[in-house]
T-cell receptor, first 114, second 114 residues
Framework: DQQVKQNSPSLSVQEGRISILNCDYTNSMFDYFLWYKKYPAEGPTFLISISSIKDKNEDGRFTVFLNKSAKHLSLHIVPSQPGDSAVYFCAASGGLSGTYKYIFGTGTRLKVLA | DAGVIQSPRHEVTEMGQEVTLRCKPISGHDYLFWYRQTMMRGLELLIYFNNNVPIDDSGMPEDRFSAKMPNASFSTLKIQPSEPRDSAVYFC????????????FGPGTRLLVL
């Protein structure tokens, strides 16, 4: 039973355009959400996070939006660059799982075309 | 700091053999996590420790899997006996218990069981 779902396994975007990666969750008790980025042969690295008390968090080219009523979050990358090509995982924590246990999605492979 | 260190980086073994994966967390981090990444299930949390004590092992798939953390700077994940379906990338991650901290991942061990 996947509590965190990334329904798009892959996404291709032209350099300079916006990339939008989506994530849905089922557990309304989750209160903290994160995005991790993973390059081949490396471990995931933290990208950006958002608490459930906010609906938007921005860090440079990266913005995460949270829609609690829809149990949906998205990551926007503007403008997209070839170096952004990687697998992106969303993760959630909170509720009975606790603060320290992250539940990850299956990932979305982003390819930014030059 | 060198980050989270995992060894070996690659392991090829035959079905039925014992496999031991090793992890050295970032110094000062009191939480350690073991994950498994597969195409179908993404990043799954297997077990995590706090101050060397296992807190949640609900993700450990079977009794063939065991994990230990004998001290703050070392942890092992053992599979005995290994099976082809255990083939995956295994990640170790660590974090401190401070608020707003995130998990830092190692480079992973790619395991292939023939």
């Amino acid at each position: 039973d996947q509590q965190v779902k990334q329904n798009s396994p892959s996404l291709s975007v032209q350099e300079g355009r916006i990339s939008i990666l989506n994530c849905d969750y089922t557990n309304s008790m989750f209160d903290y959400f994160l995005w991790y980025k993973k390059y081949p042969a490396e471990g995931p690295t933290f990208l950006i996070s958002i608490s459930s008390i906010k609906d938007k968090n921005e860090d440079g080219r990266f913005t995460v939006f949270l829609n609690k009523s829809a149990k949906h979050l998205s990551l926007h990358i503007v403008p997209s660059q070839p170096g952004d090509s990687a697998v992106y995982f969303c993760a959630a924590s909170g509720g009975l799982s606790g603060t320290y246990k992250y539940i990850f999605g299956t990932g979305t492979r982003l390819k930014v075309l030059a | 700091d060198a980050g989270v260190i995992q060894s070996p980086r690659h392991e090829v073994t035959e079905m039925g053999q014992e496999v031991t994966l090793r992890c050295k967390p970032i110094s000062g981090h009191d939480y350690l996590f073991w994950y498994r990444q597969t195409m179908m299930r993404g990043l799954e949390l297997l077990i995590y420790f706090n101050n060397n004590v296992p807190i949640d092992d609900s993700g450990m798939p079977e009794d063939r899997f065991s994990a230990k953390m004998p001290n703050a700077s070392f942890s092992t994940l053992k599979i005995q006996p290994s099976e082809p379906r255990d083939s995956a990338v295994y990640f170790c991650a660590s974090r401190s218990g401070l608020d707003q901290e995130t998990q830092y991942f190692g480079p992973g061990t790619r395991l292939l069981v023939l």
